[in-house]
């Protein structure tokens, strides 16, 4: 779906409104006093909904960083230019203490060759890309009969040592999902076939690409193999290519159908990455920061705007526009993790650097840009009053309250660590396996009015986080914070 025509604005006046906002944020007002709380209430849903029409910061992220940077692989060059780039957008718009936090990855690259042909008794070509962790062929390749599983379970159930000189095909039936639940159901094909294949002595395996479209596009990403168990050539093919394989199957009879597959992905070792992080300072920067996260790293094959240049700019924009009502009480930190695609590196370097640093709440973004449409805490039955107040603002823009328990994403494993608070704002998921780990992860399919909807669903309940004074997880009040904050 096209970004509407009022999206297509010039990077330049982007980039010059964004800029006016972000001095507006350096122009903080004086501390807010309790007598205040109401009229910041009405402050804050003026900005968000001024953000709704209008917002033009979480935009200039994502068509900056896709347009100047584009992909940006764990480990490589590209994902440094990513974060250089990050953090000058990050300093150009007021945020502090902007920083490149350094840790180290054993990195994956794809390589460029990824052919795949059945030889017999149908020959022909199948579109594939190599899965995070594959082993590369053979140079020239490697053919081998196929073994075709329906699913994930129908593999676990083979025999040991059946599919010794044998390629797996391991297809599923995933379904798009308003929360993307189905993810859950065939995302095992990608995440484990390979490795149970390899244990049951497959020379490679080809599974069917776990996304919901129909265009010949691989959607890629990890899989992992077993302690013990060399990694072995493992591909996805296209939605339409598995397909066709699977009515080969049909009308194969008793005739092995053999596939000849050529990967040269390889490991380059050792690298560096980092998460950068940014802050909106707090008037009382001893109390413990509401932290934003999302993953500055996309896969190769795309510029990764759904996954997750748009996170990063909703978050951003969140940030910038809380501010605008005034310098919060808390500290706004956003984290944009590096490595997060090729094994939650950053998340997990993020929490074990600052494991000793509370802080006060989670909220991660990486489900794409389309509108968010429900509220999730983990504190609804310890802090209702501060649920039930974020849950109203929230609703205006069309977000249902919710009894589910928040968990957090990917990259909120400090959060889960200290075990804070944690929110979830739910997207709209329906067609975002449509695109995920796909060449077509473009910045055309960001609907800019359903972003600005994120940004200020976002921006409601960073701000109200953010000018909270007492513990979000229990509601009990904290001694450092400000006396003419304590109600
Ligand atoms: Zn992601």
Redesign the pocket.
């Given at each position: 779906m096209p970004a509407d025509s009022s999206a297509r604005m010039t990077t330049k006046t982007t980039r010059l409104a964004a800029a006016a906002i972000a001095a507006a944020t350096l122009c903080l007002s004086p501390a807010l006093s309790a007598q205040d709380n109401s009229a910041t209430a009405d402050s804050l849903a003026g900005v968000a909904e001024d953000a709704l029409e209008n917002d033009p910061i979480a935009w200039d992220f994502v068509e900056g960083i896709t347009t100047e940077v584009g992909p940006r692989q764990a480990g490589t060059e590209a994902e440094a230019r990513g974060r250089a780039w990050a953090m000058e957008w990050l300093r150009e718009r007021g945020f502090e203490n902007v920083a490149d936090e350094p840790f180290e990855l054993d990195t994956w690259v794809p390589g460029d060759v990824w052919k795949a042909r059945v030889t017999t008794p149908f020959a022909q070509e199948l579109i594939v890309q190599p899965l995070g962790n594959s082993a590369a062929t053979p140079v020239g390749g490697m053919e081998a009969e196929l073994v075709y599983f329906p699913t994930v379970d129908d593999l676990r159930a083979a025999p040991e040592g059946s599919l010794e000189g044998k390629i797996a095909f391991i297809s599923h039936e995933m379904r798009p999902a308003q929360d993307g639940s189905h993810y859950g159901f065939a995302g095992p094909a990608r995440w484990v076939g390979a490795g149970i294949a390899a244990s049951k002595g497959a020379i490679a395996t080809v599974i069917k690409a776990v996304g919901t479209d129909h265009h010949r596009n691989p959607h890629t990403g990890g899989t992992s193999f077993p302690e013990g168990i060399d990694p072995i050539p493992a591909a996805a093919m296209s939605v339409p290519d598995a397909e066709n394989l699977e009515r080969m199957f049909e009308r194969a009879g008793d005739k092995p159908i053999r596939l000849s597959l050529e990967l040269n992905p390889r490991r380059i070792g050792i690298q560096k990455s980092g998460n950068v992080v940014g802050e909106i300072v707090g008037r009382n920067p001893g109390l413990p920061p509401v932290l934003l996260a999302?993953?500055i790293d996309?896969w190769w094959n795309a510029p990764?705007a759904f996954?997750?240049g748009a996170?990063c700019a909703i978050v951003a924009a969140a940030a910038l526009n809380a501010a605008r009502i005034g310098q919060p009480l808390r500290t706004i930190r956003v984290l944009f993790a590096g490595a997060?695609?090729t094994g939650l590196w950053g998340s997990k370097a993020y929490s074990a650097a600052h494991i000793d640093e509370p802080i006060a709440v989670g909220l991660e973004s990486?489900?794409g840009a389309d509108r968010i449409w429900r509220f999730e805490s983990n504190f609804r039955g310890t802090n209702a009053d501060l649920h039930s107040k974020l849950a109203k603002a929230v609703a205006r823009f069309g977000v249902a309250d919710s009894t589910i328990v928040a968990t957090g994403g990917?990259d909120l494993n400090i959060a889960r660590d200290q075990d804070a608070a944690i929110i979830d704002l739910q997207q709209d998921g329906t067609r975002y396996f449509d695109l995920h780990h796909t060449p077509d992860d473009t910045l055309d399919k960001i609907d800019i009015a359903q972003l600005r909807q994120n940004v200020a669903v976002w921006t409601s309940v960073v701000g109200i986080l953010a000018n909270e004074s007492r513990a979000i997880r229990t509601g009990t009040p904290i001694p450092s914070a400000p006396a003419v904050m304590d109600e």
């Open positions: 999302c993953h996309s990764g996954d997750d996170g997060e695609e990486d489900f990917a």
